[in-house]
């Protein structure tokens, strides 16, 4: 981690890029032509007669071939030179990128792409490109990691220096969170996350310990046979401190429910309806709702327990609607 | 309580995602600012107080910024609920002469540190810990999911709709785009934004959910008396109090009959009001603790301030807004200014009663503060000198 002093040089550093033309204007490779707008046509499967019938397109508002709008990137992407990577940077972005890498920030991802074409291409034409580094948001905390958003706007230009096109182009450059860590033993397949489990103390491991046995429990005082729950070590009632425990027949009502979407945590399966249920014998419990569309789920619906066991052993009552 | 101590100093540090320093840093940033903002010395703070969840312990503070003697350290538990509950600490306290001059202080790295809802765990077997035990292994991690089971309710109860909620959202935004300060200065938000906004746990949206902010709040306290002779107009403290109700749990208070109102915070209201000798007609703008929107709605019902369920009819055309029937959480609240467990509340309320919000209100005279909602809890009245 870098230290406040450290962070403020590098955020420095990393913003005088804002502004800069990643190379000075490139003219594409080709001209744009019939055999390459073939191919593309080809690979996205688009068979648009004014794109690859030069009768059909003669005939067309366009008086001729034309090539499809979106392709106007492909004239002057780099080819293969891309793979050699950022590591022997050959203009300004590939500079900011490995700045970010040497800083810990190593990781990329593109997020979004906005593009306008202003016009048609014609076999015969070539565009030239100019690339500006438009934008360093500030530090982003990210489901991925801590990292800034670049972008870059691209605009594409004919002979006649009328721009046809532009492109701005989003990517993440960022710190990755740590990576799960392979299972100790280096062997064992590592077993799939599981749900919290519920800390057991003296209060309540018992309750944990009835589920397990396939009940539903409900404590109950046994001086004032006042029922309780969540269980307590003491009656509210009477203050004894003797209790037992009915068995509850799982039979209840939704009294409230939310759907819970996010965060998405570890060991469950999202959306989770949560539930708060009355039970028939006058108690109220927390628990989840399965077997049910969330959609469906209204208060008042009427509801069934039953012990819910996990890969790992684990067992726990949850309920479904009663048909 | 009443006109027995007042708030003489405010502090705060800047508001971010990502401090890059420690929440001990950022704890003596605001406390300092406090201290200074009334004009005193270090030397001359002898008490302080904090949340239990603080991490910047009492004497590390005092160590770090040369306060000296103390005679006034402690704590309050609660979360957020404890906002108000620090005020109430060092208000008794110079109110009985246990200390002169008490800071109230909470810092945390929200954002970039320790995040909200990750769960409970540990090996010490308390009897919080045994608490969260039914909630955990059925995937209810977080405040919002605890305090949408409420929410549901209440909609269910007196048909509020995500709309009412959205009016909460909406013109709440439209104070912190005023305020410097705030996590969406200049930023508006419109309903169809607040609609469009992504499910977090039905039925609270992205927008129905506070900030997770870096950063530190302190606020100074003392009596009317000295705070006299201080640099800064006194917001004096007409009445403070602490409230838990039958029935209450930390988030989870799901197990009394009706679980559509807040009889914690209306017990807490019920004493301001008589402490004060003040009512809901005499209060002319109000900071109400705002971590989820459904919980401004039903703390305006709680207080006094319509009938039950008539929040969503309350905050219709305007009615939180500066210009509104109860101009209300005019800094942007913990929804769009920032989320310093409702200290950063506090300190609005001073600026209110100062004259000095980015937007003030006319003819302030008394401001109501809530703390924490859904946890024993606490309201502040205060008023001008």
Redesign the interface.
Known sequence: MLT?EK?KEFEEQIRAYVGKPISPPTPARDEVNEPMIRQWCDAMGDELPIYLDSDAAAKSVHGGLVAPPAMLQAWTMEGFSMHEGYDVPRNEEHRLHKLMTDAGYTGVLGTDIEQEFHRYLRPGERVTVNTVIADISP???TGVG?GYFITTRSTWTDEAGEEVGWLSFRVLKFIPKDPPKPASDGGAVQSKPS??????????AWWWDEVANGKLPIQRCKSCGKLR??PRPICDACGATGWDFIESTGRGTL?????????Q?PG?EFP?I?A?VDLEEG??I???VVDCD?ADVK?GMKLQSFIHEDEDG?K?PLFRPVA | MNNEAAIAGIGQTKYSKNSGVSELALACEAVLGAIRDAGLEPSQVDGLTTFLMDSSDEVEVARALGLGDLTLLSRVAYGGGGAVGLIHQAAMAVATGAAKYVVAYRALNGRSGQRMGQGVSGDIITSDLIHWSWYMPYGMLTPASWVALAAQRYMHEYGATHEDFGEVAVQTRQHAINNPNAAFYQTPLTMEDYLGSKWVTEPLRLFDCCQETDGGCAILVTTPERAKDLKQPAAVIRGVSQASFDGQEQMTSFYREDMSWLPEMELAGKIVYEQSGLGPKDIDASILYDAFTPEVLMQLEAFGFCGKGEGKDFVKDGGLLRGGKLPNNTHGGLLSESYIHGVNNIAEGARLIRGTSYNQPEGVEHVLVSSGVGVPTGALILGKA
């Not at chain 1, 749900?195 to 309540?204: E, F, H, T, V």
Request: aromatic letters at 12%.
């Open positions: 406040p962070k530090e982003k905390a801590t749900r919290i489990k519920p800390p057991r103390g003296q209060d309540n729950h969540p009294h409230s429910f939310t759907i819970i979407r996010y965060p945590f469950y989770i949560a708060l108690q109220r927390v628990s989840n969330p208060i684990f726990l």
